[in-house]
């Protein structure tokens, strides 16, 4: 995501690399290519036009630092800017409910939007981060599919949904849903509605009678952001009809050039809440605008890495795992367990974009999410006794291990060899008097400084 946008915008910022000062003349041919740059990103020619000439009046207004160059504080002013083009701050859904009622959220969009998919990201999202009891209520009627893809998210996810499929009144079913819900204990509904594949008058005031119904607590709208200005459009067009509360943006992992995400707040002036950002279940984010705004100008998130890193990390496990490396006792179950941890964190190439400065060095190269597979396939392969034991695996068992995953033997040496280098690193690191005897080595080096 994004990937072209960032390209642009960091070649714009070359302009001004090298000059003394900001000029006129200097901001205008950056920011032309700003403006361009976000235009080819979908982006509304009006937004964009405003952007940059707010952008260029604080830039003229600013002196630049002894400290800072000119092209460092455009960098500064710009990411600001579209911090605050996002949205500004993150915004927190709305839970509050009447009491002894449960909270209640409605969903709205076109079809293929995403709609039922992210109602099961958000009831698992709700159940395991805010510790709610979430009742998912299907009440698109038109679309049978529909109601089984929700009710088989609720049996994967292990979350009661409330279904009626001889009812063609969504109506009715959302207000039977509350009140079973208010009866079992549930304390959110989510409501997921019918969508179109056209915006149509009888879907808009479908809607509109089901939120003057159920009164929610919010109304979320949810777009496929490869959409771009399109999902902007359709964004105004429910905004107007219901009122909705929030903008959702779901696959925001895929080859989107990011024009919905940098307009939609602007246009409908409602606040991004969440992002879709893969097919799992655990894929959704809570939107901060300041953050993708760090990601845009290719400077990472590391503070999103790390939050998901401590998410799907189980302490416990890194407890154990610290004492088996400290006894050189890391074995092939141990790395396969470490491979799915990462697994969990999200798209790999994703989180690739998080780091600062990794965009750069993987520009061109295709990172897959089956990247882990070869490995997990050889090690899969390996009988219990020989990923306890590394160490025993000779070369007959290397040539069945290359067979039973369909690698060649070579493949399967690589990864033993690459495991016993990792092994060797983290016994190092794990033995303090082994660090410090080869960083008194390290001292005797010719050039070292002394430590």
Not at 346 to 357: F, Q, S
Not at 363 to 370: A, N, S
Not at 404 to 419: D, H, P, T
Request: hydrophobic share 40%; proline share 3%; charged share 30%.
């Amino acid at each position: 995501m994004f990937e072209n946008l960032t390209d642009k915008i960091e070649r714009a910022f070359k302009v001004l690399k090298g000059q003394g000062q900001i000029t006129e003349i200097n901001v205008a041919e950056t920011l032309k290519e700003v403006r361009k740059a976000l235009l080819d990103a979908d982006v509304n020619f009006k937004i964009a036009k405003q952007f940059t000439d707010t952008v260029k009046e604080k830039a003229l207004g600013q002196n630049v630092l002894t400290a800072i160059s000119p092209s460092q504080l455009m960098v500064k002013i710009t990411h600001d800017e579209l911090a605050e083009l996002m949205g500004g701050s993150n915004a927190e859904i709305n839970l509050k409910s009447a009491p002894g009622l449960p909270a209640v959220i409605l969903m709205s969009g076109l079809q293929g939007s995403g709609k039922t998919t992210f109602s099961g990201k958000l009831a698992l999202y709700l159940r395991d981060k805010k510790g709610k009891k979430p009742l998912l209520v299907a009440c698109d009627v038109y679309r049978p599919a529909a109601i089984n893809q929700l009710q088989t998210l609720g049996a994967q996810l292990g979350i009661d949904v409330f279904a009626d499929v001889d009812s063609k009144d969504p109506v009715s079913i959302s207000k039977r849903a509350i009140e079973f819900a208010r009866e079992n204990k549930h304390t959110v509904v989510i409501v997921d509605t019918a969508g179109r594949l056209a915006i149509d008058e009888q879907m808009m005031n479908e809607i509109a009678r089901v939120k003057e119904a159920i009164n929610p607590s919010e109304t979320l709208f949810v777009v496929d952001a490869m959409t771009g200005q399109d999902a902007v459009n359709t964004a105004k067009a429910f905004n107007d009809k219901i009122n909705f509360d929030g903008v959702v943006l779901t696959k925001l992992d895929g080859d989107t050039r990011g024009g919905a995400a940098l307009s939609i707040r602007y246009t409908v002036n409602k606040p991004i809440k969440f992002v879709g950002t893969g097919e799992k279940m655990e894929a959704l984010d809570l939107f901060y605008p300041e953050r993708m705004a760090d990601r845009i100008l290719g400077m990472g998130d590391v503070v999103s890495l790390v939050e998901r890193a401590r998410e799907r990390y189980d302490e416990e496990e890194a407890r154990k795992l610290q004492k088996k490396i400290a006894k050189n006792q890391f074995n092939f179950n141990d790395f396969l367990s470490q491979i799915n941890q990462i697994k969990k964190m999200g798209n790999i190439k994703d989180l690739v974009g998080m780091i600062p400065g990794a965009s750069k060095l993987t520009k061109g190269v295709d990172i897959d999410d089956d990247a882990f597979n070869g490995i997990e396939a050889i090690i899969q392969s390996m009988t219990p006794y020989e990923r306890e034991n590394p160490d025993e695996i000779n070369g007959s068992r290397r040539n069945r291990i290359a067979k039973g995953c369909g690698q060649n033997v070579q493949e399967v040496n690589k990864l033993l060899k690459q495991f016993e280098d990792m092994r060797k690193m983290m016994k190092m690191m794990g033995n303090k008097e082994q660090m410090a005897k080869m960083m008194r080595q390290m001292q005797g080096m010719p050039g070292m400084p002394k430590m």
